[in-house]
């Protein structure tokens, strides 16, 4: 199985290919992709030079143009798809069936991967894909076990690609609206979740207090480890009690199921986090490469340090081994 | 790993000018080193940023429009857009982008209060760079240069043990 990295800067792209990815997916600096965070992403002359790095290391580069075009401004997105066929991006990531037909009727060439933002998770959906626009992977929404992997590879003519570790989302990848409900800017339509610009936070007697936008998003005593400010990771009052509403601030790891992934029929495994840190990149990579080469004892050694990295430093193992309803 | 107090503590009596001195030479040898230092910071290089070192009687301001930076002592409110505390040592090796500042939030390591955006975008436009204190300061201390990358390295490595910074 394929190992697919994150990388927000040229200098954690380096360290990915060095730390053995075997693909690295990164982004323009502009809302075509779901990382539009300040001061992260690539400019063209970036992505040439971090294209040409990988190649001569035998590695791939799979470009993020992950979110919804804008109607009226469908512009940004072709020029982007235009400059990362041109640059040589081994594959396109894309969620918006607009310009998944655009690039198969001028790029038929291109190698076309499906989002997980397009949150395709049915034969019917993927299937469609693959025949409208020659899709030639699906990246998974995080919302199926691994039984339910294994049944729809055995009915979908593409390669499957699912998260392994990082970044948790609630179950509804490409349709959430939490952020744009609080900020009015979301992952799909701005390439941002929660927003820096809307974010806060403060001390009060020793609890770190988070905000965004006009919602107190959580109060972590000085001793709980914290988490992003987002909606879905809220600890809220309702009713009598206080708790998490939607999900906790949680990391996925699945990397003790690869083998049953491999034997469901998965690709490639995808490591979430182009917003992090050159450090966490190197850290992740190279330990997740050890792994898949580990026995399953060693991986649990391996893996346990990797949680201190992780948001609330906790991690799960989310729907892929859903034990509820 | 804290910075030692029998150090720090004659810092809050030396006098001001002096260590903004040293510390100004240093900001501009690594500048020089590294001149795409805050390019990614885009709309966000006027902003000022406040770098408060827990175990240090003082506080550094960075003003990347003007590739400036002042020292004030920690009783002076120093005016800043963005804040970030931690102990010396990890606010320097985020600055090498050797440890992971999301991380270091998860883990109440470092505080974050003002400009988030801006912060953010100063985050990423120093994980962009691929600076390293010892290599950066020995480079401009003409023929000490040997001796100063050694002992800067040394308490780099010594500082940072323990602290899951093993990238590098």
Known sequence: ?325 | MEFPRPLAAPLAVVPIALIEGAVKLMFKSLLNRHPALFDRLGEHRGKRYAFCPLDLPLVFVVEPSRAAVLVTRKRAAAAADAVVEGPLFLLLALLEGRCDADALFFSRSLTVIGDMEAMLALRNALDGCEVDLPRDLGASAGPLSPLVSRTADAIRRRALAGENAAWN
Request: net charge neutral; glycine share 8%; hydrophobic share 40%.
């Open chain 1, 1 to 325: 199985m394929e190992l697919i990295c994150p990388a927000g800067t040229p200098a954690a792209f380096r360290e990915a290919v060095d730390a053995g990815a075997d693909a690295v997916y990164c982004g323009f600096r502009d809302e075509t992709n779901a990382r539009n965070f300040p001061g992260l992403n690539f400019s063209r002359e970036e992505l040439g030079d971090a294209i040409a790095y990988a190649r001569r290391r035998g590695a791939q580069t799979f470009v993020a143009l992950n979110t919804f075009m804008r109607a009226g401004h469908e512009g940004l997105w072709y020029q982007a798809a235009t400059d990362a066929v041109r640059l040589g991006a081994d594959a396109l990531i894309l969620a918006d069936f607009g310009l998944m037909a655009h690039v198969a009727e001028t790029y038929p060439e291109q190698r076309l991967h499906v989002s997980v933002q397009a949150s395709a998770s049915n034969p019917d959906a993927v299937n469609f894909l693959v025949e409208a626009f020659g899709a030639r992977r699906v990246v998974l929404p995080r919302t199926l076990t691994i039984s339910d992997i294994a049944r729809l590879a055995r009915q979908i003519r593409c390669e499957i690609e699912v998260f392994v570790f990082g970044g948790l989302c609630v179950m509804a990848e490409g349709r959430c609206s939490l952020s744009s409900y609080a900020t009015g800017k979301s992952p799909n339509m701005n390439g941002v979740c929660s927003p820096a610009s809307h974010v806060r936070y403060r001390q009060d007697r020793g609890d770190l207090v988070s905000e965004l936008g006009a919602y107190t998003i959580n109060r972590f005593p000085r001793d709980e480890a914290a988490g992003y400010p987002t909606l879905c990771k809220g600890r809220f009052d309702i009713a009598d009690a206080r708790g998490y509403a939607f999900e906790d601030p949680v990391s996925l790891d699945v990397m003790d199921q690869i083998d049953a992934l491999r034997e469901a029929g998965v690709s490639a495994l995808k490591i979430e986090g182009r917003q992090r840190g050159k450090a966490y990149v190197a850290e992740v990579v190279s330990t997740l490469r050890k792994a898949l080469a580990a026995t399953p004892e060693e991986r649990r050694t391996l893996l346990a340090r990797l949680r201190l990295l992780s948001e609330g430093q906790r991690t799960t193992s989310g729907a892929y081994e859903k034990r509820w309803r």
